[in-house]
């Protein structure tokens, strides 16, 4: 039966939002068809840096004709409200067939041609479609995420006629932006849409880009006998940046090893989008890293390991300065910088919530068979960590960094524990704690 391909060609399409995009075209246009009386024997979409696309297998060349008995008002119904349903109905009175009391019509709908209705569709979708974010351009007044540039709409092997906002639509897309011919082609179907864009160093499909690269890492990192260490945050993220995702295994300056390596693979996921890989034997991160690069480069990617490389260091070198500034100052003195900080308008700062942790922690504290000094010490530095340097450029690390500094500042490793974990668990899939204090802290956390 008949083929459906859509293609919305754009300039890139941030990554954080690929995924969804995709759901939402697919929810989108299946509810449409459904209600349109057209079930496709299956439907997918796919979503990467520059295009949204969605195929249809198995729609009708048209329409089936479609009947329709629609209950009106109650015979004697005041006749504002009769010839308002004969409007809705598009039907004369004289249509009208009584049952039990009660106007129904008799609706009876010609199909039209699959093409006319999904061309309707697809302009409903594209007007309304649900971007966190979308934006104007030129001089159109069409909002989409990112500039749209073309639309492949094919449906049984022809173009389906569509414009939108001077776009028109047709059978030619494009292929990887830096590699290849660098020029247009032409397409029939889905097939020949998903074999040129790989001829043209395309890979449609996100999963099968997240499997080349980590088939690619495992690899680099087998050679130089070092393993991965996995993110599926960031494979998804990275998968959405990369049309051709080539990996490139690179190194770094040892030196940096003797930072929390917490802080070293934020700096690389956060910043640089890069994986971290440690040494198998001692299980410790190794000085070296993985991006992804968007080219084959000539040189096997040595020039782009060496530019990734430098910005690194850079960017360690900035985490360095936020540990050794830190250490510098103890967590108990950190503290009065937290009554300048507002927790919630009705709740106060952050020291007094800090407060209300510590009475908290002190009466869970023997609930649980806890220490209550050293429940209510770990209580009252929890937060501390919020006034340095280093949360301050990674938010995420709050709570671990406190721990660390607690560590450093030779306070009792129980204690330092509560604070490195008080905020576990964080979700469902999270682990609780299971040390009395690093529990009464949590729990006092979690009520206040």
């Not at 010839?83 to 039990?100: H, I, M």
């Not at 039209?112 to 001089?139: C, H, N, Y």
């Not at 034997?281 to 000539?298: C, M, W, Y």
Request: glycine content about 8%; aromatic content about 8%.
């Amino acid at each position: 039966m008949p083929q459906l391909l859509i293609e919305l060609f754009s300039e890139e399409i941030p990554a954080r939002m690929q995924v969804q995009a995709a759901r939402d075209f697919d929810r989108m246009v299946r509810e449409r068809l459904a209600a349109e009386g057209l079930l496709p024997e299956g439907l997918k979409t796919f979503s990467g840096p520059r295009r949204l696309t969605l195929v249809a297998e198995g729609l009708p060349i048209a329409q089936g004709d479609r009947h329709e008995d629609r209950k009106g008002p109650r015979v004697g119904a005041p006749d504002a409200a009769i010839e308002g349903f004969l409007r809705s109905t598009s039907l004369t009175r004289d249509k009208l067939v009584e049952k039990d009391g009660v106007w129904f019509a008799h609706i009876h709908r010609a199909g039209r041609p699959t093409a006319e209705i999904v061309a309707e569709i697809l302009d409903q979708v594209i007007r309304s479609f649900p971007w966190p974010k979308s934006m104007t351009w030129g001089r159109g007044t069409l909002r989409w995420v990112r500039p749209l540039k073309r639309i492949v709409f094919i449906f049984n092997g022809e173009v389906v006629p569509f414009s939108i906002d001077g776009i028109e639509s047709g059978d030619v897309t494009e292929g990887h932006r830096f590699m290849g011919s660098g020029k247009p082609f032409k397409v029939k179907d889905f097939d020949s849409y998903r074999d040129k864009l790989a001829a043209h160093f395309v890979i449609l499909d996100p999963e099968e880009r997240k499997d080349k690269i980590m088939d690619g890492a495992r690899t680099l990192c087998f050679a130089r006998n070092l393993e991965l260490v996995d993110d599926d945050g960031l494979l998804d993220e990275v998968a959405g940046l990369a049309e051709w995702p080539t990996p490139i295994l690179g190194d770094m300056d040892p030196d940096f090893l003797d930072l929390p390596p917490e802080v070293i693979r934020t700096s690389m996921r956060t910043h640089q989008k890069y994986f971290a890989v440690r040494d198998p034997a001692s299980g410790k991160l190794a000085p070296h890293f993985l991006t992804v690069a968007n080219i084959e480069a000539a040189d096997a990617g040595k020039e782009i390991a060496r530019g990734n490389g430098k910005v690194l260091s850079a960017r360690l070198k900035d985490a360095r300065f936020f540990w050794d500034e830190d250490r510098k100052v103890t967590l108990e003195q950190r503290l009065e910088k937290l009554s300048g900080v507002t927790f919630h308008a009705k709740l106060g700062t952050l020291a007094e919530r800090v407060e209300r942790l510590e009475i908290l922690a002190g009466a869970i504290a023997p609930r649980v068979g806890a220490d209550v000094s050293k429940a209510v010490l770990a209580a009252r530095l929890s937060k501390a960590d919020l006034a340095t340097g280093m949360v301050g450029e990674f938010p995420e690390l709050q709570g671990l960094m406190g721990g660390y500094y607690a560590r450093e500042e030779k306070i009792s490793p129980v204690v330092a524990d509560a604070i490195r974990d008080h905020y576990r668990p964080v979700g469902a899939s999270d682990e609780a704690p299971d040390t009395p204090v690093t529990m009464a802290v949590a729990i006092a956390e979690k009520l206040d």
